[in-house]
């Protein structure tokens, strides 16, 4: 079963994940447009300058966040 | 009972099953399947599912594309019959279904007429599976025209400048080191008549006027042009294991040489308030049928994704990939062969939405 899943050791914060997530675009317009998402409902956020996933299980494994990613910390597997 | 074997081979699978009477065999071809999801919805044991698609796809995933259980399977043969591009086979005794009379096939076919050709290679390049060679032999140039040419070697000088500037290739000189027993840089000149294409260059370059030609087709058009000689020949192939009869070749050819038929009718609707341009339908579609709209500065465009209903088959794998449930793909007529058998013809007719 493959799940999206982030290194956080790799993880600059750059919010690339966050913004391009179309998931969390529908959750939450403001992050599509680079605004932190204003609600904990999104798949991923930034949290202290590193990526953390809230609500894994809403993922559908688009693929979208691991292209926009400079660093491979987030990924499919 | 007679159990099912499965092999996988790399991403290929196959379920068997060979009883004194009969050998059934599924097999599954994953760099053909677009992951559309059709033999996940038709499969009458729900042995068939699809795999993640997008992270297959995007990602670079290690995974097939479908999983097949032979443990459910009952090697009936419906997946492979309304697979819109053939990557599921189903044979019988060694015999595909698709060629035994009874069992419905999908009609759909894409075909190039060799006779109105004129292979432009706009379909070769169009073609969004790549499914598509067109092999052309063109004319000598030097049969497209005809004209006279003569080098007075008299008032030549071997400067070199019309063999330099030929375009054809068609001038040659012999040059060589001045001796003093010949004390010249060329000891001749010669044009190639089979190469010449009369386009006068060496004339009007010629620094001592040496040159003496004239094209004849300019001054009098065709006429002394052996129409044979001019023809461009060429062959037009379709890989059909490639092909999606998307209809992209129909719809690029000057001259309706392509014809295309859809095995779905349908809708392809886009929602574009839900759509968030994430780009996985663009990837996942097998017929080129979705693109970004060009970017206008300073414009707020009205569509995130554009769709170009004419190439879709109505496949739905845009709509499987949507991660926001912003496409939607209706299928209103599934066109095959004739069946007597009325729990395959309900099947067929369930692909409708």
Redesign the interface.
């Known amino acids: 079963m493959?799940e999206l899943k982030v290194d956080q050791d790799k993880c600059l914060g750059c919010g690339n994940c966050v913004v391009?997530?179309?998931?969390n675009?529908?959750i939450s317009p403001e992050s599509?447009g680079g605004h932190g998402p204003k609600t904990e409902e999104v798949i991923m956020m930034v949290e202290n300058g590193l990526v953390k996933l809230f609500n894994v299980d809403k993922c559908?494994?688009?693929?979208?966040c691991?292209?926009f990613c400079p660093t491979d910390a987030i990924?499919?597997? | 009972m007679v159990a099912n074997v499965k092999e996988v081979k790399a991403k290929e699978v196959t379920v068997k099953r060979a009883s004194p009477e009969e050998k059934r065999e599924l097999s599954f071809k994953d760099e053909i399947c677009v992951g559309c999801g059709i033999c996940e919805k038709i499969c009458p044991v729900q042995a068939i599912e699809l795999g993640p698609i997008n992270a297959i796809e995007r990602t670079g995933v290690e995974e097939s594309k479908i999983s097949i259980d032979e443990t459910k399977c009952v090697l009936c043969g419906m997946c492979s019959s309304v697979c819109p591009v053939d990557a599921l086979e189903f044979d019988i005794d060694e015999k595909s279904i698709k060629e035994i009379e009874g069992y419905p096939k999908l009609i759909k076919s894409a075909e190039i007429s060799d006779e109105d050709c004129i292979y432009c290679k706009a379909c070769e390049t169009a073609c969004p599976r790549d499914a598509i060679t067109i092999a052309r032999v063109l004319p000598d140039r030097s049969k497209l025209v005809t004209g006279e040419i003569e080098i007075d070697k008299e008032t030549c000088v071997s400067c070199g400048i019309c063999e330099e500037m030929c375009p054809a290739d068609a001038i040659t000189m012999e040059h060589h080191e001045p001796t003093s027993a010949e004390p010249t840089v060329s000891t001749d000149i010669n044009v190639d008549k089979e190469k010449c294409v009369y386009c006068l260059i060496c004339k009007k370059s010629c620094p001592v006027d040496a040159i003496k030609a004239v094209c004849r087709s300019c001054s009098y058009g065709e006429y002394d042009l052996n129409p044979e000689d001019t023809e461009i020949k060429g062959s037009s192939f379709i890989d059909e294991e490639a092909c999606v009869d998307c209809g992209w070749c129909q719809e690029i050819c000057p001259v309706d040489a392509a014809h295309v038929e859809k095995a779905f009718e349908g809708e392809l609707l886009i929602d574009q308030e839900k759509c968030e341009a994430c780009g996985a339908c663009l990837e996942i579609c097998p017929c080129n049928v979705l693109s970004f709209p060009k970017e206008e500065f300073g414009k707020q465009g009205a569509e995130n994704v554009r769709a170009e209903e004419k190439y879709c088959i109505y496949c739905g794998a845009c709509e499987k990939a949507c991660p926001v449930e912003a496409i939607e793909v209706k299928r209103t007529a599934v066109k095959h062969t004739p069946t007597k058998s009325k729990s395959w013809e309900k099947k067929m007719e369930s692909l409708k939405t």
Do not use: H, I, K, M
């Open positions: 493959v391009s997530c179309p998931v675009g529908a599509a559908t494994q688009c693929g979208t691991p292209l990924y499919l597997e």
